[in-house]
């Protein structure tokens, strides 16, 4: 009987609801509707939605129970508990991108593409288009950056700043904020390091530090290899802990924002299996632009030679490292992600990776 009253009243509400980007629901009437910053409609589930969600989840639960002889309430937590992207994205919303250095400006084309987080964004454009470019060619991902707050939902996706710091640090507020809503995407260390020590027009070797998109970036000295590695090691380990200044000591705590922190982590160097992954887990078409490389600069190669560091390692970021592989690759487990699962998705994005 239970089940039955819950049933009838899931749908009665139902009926006052259409779908949103999400997959969730909405109310046709009642409240009056948000408008986004873009001026589209709001397409957040209502309470009502919810709440006929909710009681639909009580009605089989009171069901399964009869049969089960178990209470209805336990097997509402087990129906809670079967997620599907849709909910998974919710949960995830709005998303906030870790952008640790070197370590895939292009992911922001994933994050901007993913249907409704920027229903201003116009469907074909890359954060590494000549749109970008036409005021300074450098100046690229500021410029995408500028756009999010008009272009993008924040309620579906932070739009990070100030513009001149593109990689937030993630301080203690901002993470309790953002937990279980954070993104990012890994590299290995000695190899974002030396990605960073190469970068095309010196902006982590000079000291003082100069921005890409100021009137003067010629700085006034470039750090020696010891100097940058004081400044630049551990890069990771600093955007999770928030501070610059991190030590060895700072290492468990970055170790416990990641597992507790993250809802989604890449890696730069499974690029087009983190690119799927990350479909399989939160929804969304595959794109041919989330595989581009948007900041290839003058001084490409697809592994560094690390002789140059003389024997160096990066202490602090190889533990990181290492628990995001095993967070990765646990992902690809649990959402039975491989290339050959990915063969759709790559074939949607119209790509060729048999050479």
Not at 61 to 88: C, K, Y
Not at 209 to 231: E, Y
Request: hydrophobic share 35%; aromatic share 10%.
């Amino acid at each position: 009987i239970f089940g039955t009253c819950c049933h009838w009243m899931s749908l009665k509400w139902l009926k006052g609801c259409i779908s949103s980007p999400f997959g969730a629901l909405r109310p046709k009437t009642g409240r009056k509707r948000q408008k986004t910053q873009t001026g589209g409609e709001a397409q957040m589930p209502s309470i009502q939605c919810i709440g006929s969600f909710i009681l639909w989840q009580l009605a089989l639960a009171a069901w399964d129970a009869a049969q089960l002889e178990v209470g209805p309430l336990d097997l509402l937590q087990r129906h809670l508990e079967i997620e599907t992207p849709e909910m998974r994205r919710l949960k995830a919303s709005p998303m906030f991108w870790l952008h640790i250095p070197k370590c895939g400006t292009s992911f922001y084309n994933t994050l901007v593409h993913l249907p409704g987080n920027c229903p201003g964004w116009p469907v074909n454009l890359s954060v590494g288009d000549e749109f970008f470019r036409k005021n300074d060619p450098k100046c690229f991902e500021v410029e995408a950056r500028r756009k999010c707050p008009e272009w993008c939902d924040q309620r579906l996706l932070h739009c990070d700043g100030p513009l001149t710091d593109t990689h937030e640090l993630l301080g203690l507020e901002k993470y309790q904020t953002y937990k279980g809503k954070i993104v990012a995407i890994f590299r290995q260390p000695e190899q974002r390091f030396l990605s960073s020590w190469y970068d095309d027009v010196d902006l982590f070797r000079a000291d003082p530090s100069t921005w890409v998109c100021g009137t003067n970036i010629t700085p006034g000295w470039l750090m020696d290899m010891d100097q940058f590695k004081a400044r630049w090691g551990g890069s990771a380990t600093q955007q999770l802990v928030g501070k610059f200044n991190a030590t060895q000591a700072d290492v468990p705590m970055a170790l416990e924002r990641l597992r507790e922190g993250l809802a989604f982590v890449g890696l730069q160097e499974e690029w087009s299996l983190s690119i799927c992954l990350f479909h399989a887990k939160f929804g969304g078409p595959c794109r041919k632009l989330e595989f581009l490389d948007t900041r290839p600069g003058k001084n490409v190669a697809s592994t560094y030679d690390t002789t140059i560091l003389n024997g160096w390692v990066d202490e602090m970021d190889r533990p990181v490292y290492a628990e995001a592989i095993n967070m990765f690759k646990a992902d690809l487990e649990k959402f039975g992600v491989s290339h050959e699962s990915c063969t759709a998705c790559y074939e949607e994005a119209g790509l060729d990776l048999t050479s």
